[in-house]
Protein backbone atom coordinates (compact mmCIF):
# COMPACT_ATOMS: atom_id res chain seq x y z
CA UNK A 1 0.00 0.00 0.00
CA UNK A 2 1.54 3.72 -0.82
CA UNK A 3 1.75 6.03 1.79
CA UNK A 4 2.59 9.39 1.51
CA UNK A 5 4.21 11.07 4.91
CA UNK A 6 4.66 14.66 5.57
CA UNK A 7 6.51 16.14 8.26
CA UNK A 8 8.07 19.61 8.89
CA UNK A 9 4.85 21.72 10.09
CA UNK A 10 4.77 23.57 13.15
CA UNK A 11 3.88 27.42 14.48
CA UNK A 12 5.93 30.11 13.62
CA UNK A 13 5.75 33.81 13.44
CA UNK A 14 5.11 36.16 9.91
CA UNK A 15 7.69 36.33 8.06
CA UNK A 16 9.14 33.34 9.18
CA UNK A 17 10.35 29.99 7.54
CA UNK A 18 9.49 26.46 7.42
CA UNK A 19 10.48 23.32 5.41
CA UNK A 20 7.80 20.69 4.78
CA UNK A 21 9.16 17.34 3.75
CA UNK A 22 7.14 14.76 1.69
CA UNK A 23 8.56 10.87 1.99
CA UNK A 24 7.08 8.00 0.70
CA UNK A 25 6.77 4.46 1.67
CA UNK A 26 8.22 3.29 -1.68
CA UNK A 27 10.70 5.15 -2.95
CA UNK A 28 9.50 4.37 -6.61
CA UNK A 29 6.51 6.86 -5.86
CA UNK A 30 8.97 9.58 -5.79
CA UNK A 31 11.16 8.44 -8.22
CA UNK A 32 8.62 8.29 -11.12
CA UNK A 33 5.09 10.09 -10.05
CA UNK A 34 4.59 13.82 -9.86
CA UNK A 35 4.52 15.06 -7.02
CA UNK A 36 2.34 17.80 -5.66
CA UNK A 37 1.70 20.17 -2.62
CA UNK A 38 -1.85 21.10 -1.35
CA UNK A 39 -3.19 22.58 1.81
CA UNK A 40 -6.65 23.12 3.44
CA UNK A 41 -7.29 25.61 5.68
CA UNK A 42 -10.08 26.05 8.49
CA UNK A 43 -13.43 26.64 6.83
CA UNK A 44 -12.35 26.43 3.24
CA UNK A 45 -11.44 23.52 0.87
CA UNK A 46 -8.53 22.47 -0.25
CA UNK A 47 -6.30 24.22 -2.75
CA UNK A 48 -3.49 23.71 -4.96
CA UNK A 49 -0.11 24.74 -3.87
CA UNK A 50 2.84 23.60 -6.11
CA UNK A 51 3.43 20.96 -8.51
CA UNK A 52 7.01 19.13 -9.65
CA UNK A 53 7.68 16.70 -12.43
CA UNK A 54 9.05 13.17 -12.07
CA UNK A 55 11.90 14.58 -13.23
CA UNK A 56 11.85 17.74 -11.27
CA UNK A 57 12.23 19.91 -14.56
CA UNK A 58 9.18 21.44 -14.19
CA UNK A 59 7.64 23.31 -11.43
CA UNK A 60 5.07 25.43 -10.89
CA UNK A 61 3.06 27.31 -8.22
CA UNK A 62 -0.36 29.49 -7.34
CA UNK A 63 0.38 32.81 -7.91
CA UNK A 64 -0.31 33.50 -3.97
CA UNK A 65 3.14 31.63 -3.01
CA UNK A 66 5.28 32.58 -6.07
CA UNK A 67 8.37 34.00 -4.85
CA UNK A 68 7.96 32.67 -1.12
CA UNK A 69 7.51 28.82 -1.88
CA UNK A 70 10.35 26.85 -3.24
CA UNK A 71 9.53 22.70 -4.43
CA UNK A 72 11.88 20.45 -4.72
CA UNK A 73 13.13 16.86 -5.20
CA UNK A 74 16.18 15.73 -2.59
CA UNK A 75 17.28 12.65 -4.13
CA UNK A 76 19.68 12.13 -1.28
CA UNK A 77 16.62 11.88 1.27
CA UNK A 78 14.28 10.61 -0.95
CA UNK A 79 12.01 13.42 -0.33
CA UNK A 80 9.88 16.29 -1.98
CA UNK A 81 10.33 18.96 -0.22
CA UNK A 82 8.52 22.66 0.22
CA UNK A 83 10.64 25.62 1.20
CA UNK A 84 7.71 28.15 2.70
CA UNK A 85 9.72 31.83 3.36
CA UNK A 86 7.99 34.91 4.15
CA UNK A 87 5.25 33.01 5.48
CA UNK A 88 2.16 34.91 6.00
CA UNK A 89 -1.32 34.41 8.33
CA UNK A 90 -3.05 33.14 5.38
CA UNK A 91 -0.66 30.50 4.58
CA UNK A 92 -2.12 28.60 7.85
CA UNK A 93 -3.55 25.69 7.02
CA UNK A 94 -3.02 21.82 6.70
CA UNK A 95 -0.47 21.01 4.50
CA UNK A 96 -0.96 17.92 2.07
CA UNK A 97 1.50 16.50 -0.24
CA UNK A 98 0.07 13.48 -3.02
CA UNK A 99 1.59 12.11 -5.94
CA UNK A 100 0.24 11.99 -9.55
CA UNK A 101 -1.00 9.49 -11.25
CA UNK A 102 -1.42 10.50 -14.95
CA UNK A 103 -4.23 13.31 -14.48
CA UNK A 104 -5.18 12.17 -11.17
CA UNK A 105 -3.93 12.83 -7.73
CA UNK A 106 -4.38 9.22 -6.57
CA UNK A 107 -2.26 8.83 -3.65
CA UNK A 108 -2.42 11.24 -0.22
CA UNK A 109 -0.23 11.96 3.08
CA UNK A 110 -2.39 12.28 6.29
CA UNK A 111 -1.08 16.31 6.48
CA UNK A 112 0.84 18.22 8.43
CA UNK A 113 -0.37 21.36 10.29
CA UNK A 114 1.34 24.82 9.43
CA UNK A 115 0.42 27.54 11.88
CA UNK A 116 1.24 31.45 11.33
CA UNK A 117 0.77 33.75 14.49
CA UNK A 118 2.36 36.03 16.22
Known amino acids: QVQLVESGGGLVQPGGSLRLSCTAS?????????IGWFRQAPGKEREFVAYISSTGGVTYYTDSVKGRFTISRNNAKNTVDLQMNSLKPEDTAVYYCAAKIGSEYRYWGQGTQVTVSS
Open 26 to 34: SKFILDYYH
